[in-house]
């Protein structure tokens, strides 16, 4: 079968693999669509990052791998220990790409996101949904009801992300939200945000497109920290309250202050992204507020179940994230060196593997 084969650095190659047996416990899937994630660009640019360079405590795989961890599909084969009765041959699906040992601290205490050994399918081994056909857990594995779109099923792992970082904390429909960052996982925020009845969202962000989506996608406020103090601009549309909760999304040195300066007395401030390096961080800045200050990491399998849930009644509505489809064998020309160099125009690329209903 064909895949995309992650090998090192600017080295990413569709080549000829052996298709994967289904295990006991597994469901082999053939991918649909595959969301290119900012992971893959890092992985592109200057990897390996999370592609294991020696044998992955996990899965043992080592690069090269198969890339693609966003993605949908439909159900191909079942495995012969598999209870789940819902799982049926030719239904469309999603899958939750977390790897995960099952025996560390973490995942005894519930935080499998958390793993000390975790990783995910398509980028730690374990296969991935850039290739005709992956195997998974069947635990991993969320049948997509009618109505949702194989396209959209792509969209539920970084919707997941986003739907984790704003279950982080309690949001109302009067809370004033900020988030720092306009791409793409701060565009799925303000989507979650929404579904969740939150009406004053305020996105922080330099590029003109992605406040023009931002704004197309439910934001209340735009404000540019180019030409505009955050902090100011959040305490004059809060009459002077301050965020309830502010959702660092964009991974800057500037984006951390502006966060913690422009929440409120006792507000959250929620790290979203993550850091590539070392910066310099003030406690003070939360301090001085008694703001807390949090962390969050990917989702859990409620994450997905909610998202897929809001997909279903209509309440995420998040279609106008999708800014290109594009074949397989374009990945790299049309795919991730369109999101490297025409990033402000581009928010969710998806690569069109093949199967369909």
Known sequence: MRAARYYGKEDIRIEQVPEPSCG??????????????????????????????SKHPVTGDQIPVTLGHEFSGIIKEIGSDVKQEHLKIGLPCAVQPTIYCGKCAAC??????????????GLSG??????????VPADQVFPLPEGIPLELGALVEPLSVAWHAVSA?????????????????????????????????MVAEIAT??????????AAHIIDPKSQDVMEEVMNITGGIGA?????????????????????????????????????FNPNWVTWRE????????????????????????????????????????????????LITDKDNQVKVLVDVGASL
């Open 24 to 53: 006991p416990n597994q469901i082999k899937i053939a991918p649909a669509f595959v969301g290119i994630c900012g992971t893959d660009l890092h992985e592109y640019l200057g990897g390996p990052n999370f592609c294991p360079s």
């Open 108 to 121: 005894k205490a519930g935080a499998e996101n958390a793993c000390h050994t975790g990783g995910f399918i």
């Open 126 to 135: 374990g296969g991935g949904g850039l290739s005709e056909a992956v195997s």
């Open 169 to 201: 904390t309690t949001v109302t429909p009067e809370s004033n939200v900020l988030v720092m960052g306009g791409g793409p996982i701060g565009l799925a925020a303000v989507l979650c945000l929404k579904a969740k009845g939150v009406t004053n969202i």
């Open 209 to 218: 497109a992605r406040q023009r989506f931002a704004k197309e996608f439910g």
């Open 244 to 280: 309830d909760v502010t959702l660092d999304c964009a991974g800057v040195p500037a984006s951390v202050k502006a966060a913690c300066m422009a929440v409120k007395t006792r507000g959250t401030v929620v790290n979203v992204a993550i850091w590539e390096k070392e910066i310099p």
């Open 291 to 338: 703001s807390s200050y949090k962390s969050v990491l990917g989702y859990q399998k409620k994450d997905y179940q909610a998202v897929i849930e809001n997909l279903r009644t209509g309440a995420l509505k998040p279609a106008s994230m999708i800014t290109r489809k594009i074949p397989l064998d374009d990945l790299v020309e049309h795919g991730i060196k369109a």
